[in-house]
């Protein structure tokens, strides 16, 4: 059975992994001009996104960018601190470093509330890409916007869940 310490560094390492794959999607996102009028599939003019849904995109990839990046930094600052306190040799900063239980478990909370948030701004800036590549969620003819939509605004909830459950348990250890 694993320590409790090598839960948290598991549990920080997997933050910072999940962080890293979502923040290359974030760039990868922002690289992208929505504003291209060839670059989407509608027919129906009627359905096209205006520039605010542009607009929310970028903010969205940014909110989301700085969310993972706050998370990551917190994460490895932990991580940080777990293999200070458990060196055996002096440190002059480790009485700051000391890894007491309550403030692992509420720097590991905090981290997963960013990447919690970090998840939930990027999955609003898919929908909007969406939106502009397959029209409107307002317009209601576009059936494929539905289509796209749905499964995301359902899984990744459900996935979100699951995330928030484990981060709970290494919380809990």
């Known amino acids: ?21 979502f923040t290359l999607a974030v760039f990868i996102g922002l690289t992208w001009n ?4 060839s670059n989407n599939l509608i027919n129906d003019t009627t359905c096209t996104a205006g520039p605010s849904k542009a607009e929310d995109l970028v903010a969205f990839h940014v909110y989301s960018f700085s969310s993972f990046l706050f998370s990551s930094l917190i994460a490895l600052g932990l991580k940080q601190a777990i293999r200070i306190s458990k060196s055996p040799t002096y440190h002059p900063y480790e009485f700051i470093a000391r890894s007491h239980k309550s403030f692992l478990r509420v720097g ?15 999955m609003m ?3 909007n890409v969406v939106q502009i590549k397959l029209g409107t969620l307002a317009c209601g003819t576009s059936s494929a916007t539905f ?12 996935a979100l869940l699951i995330y928030v459950s484990i981060i709970l348990y290494a919380f809990t250890r």
């Open 108 to 122: 590991m909370l905090v981290s997963g509330v960013g990447s919690f948030c970090g998840c939930g701004f990027l």
């Open 147 to 158: 289509a796209a939509v749905v499964p995301l605004v359902i899984l990744v909830p459900i």
């Open 125 to 127: 800036a898919l929908v």
């Open 1 to 21: 059975m694993p320590t409790g310490t090598s839960i948290h560094v598991t549990a920080l390492d997997g933050i910072v992994n999940v962080n890293s794959l």
């Open 34 to 37: 929505p504003n291209d009028p």
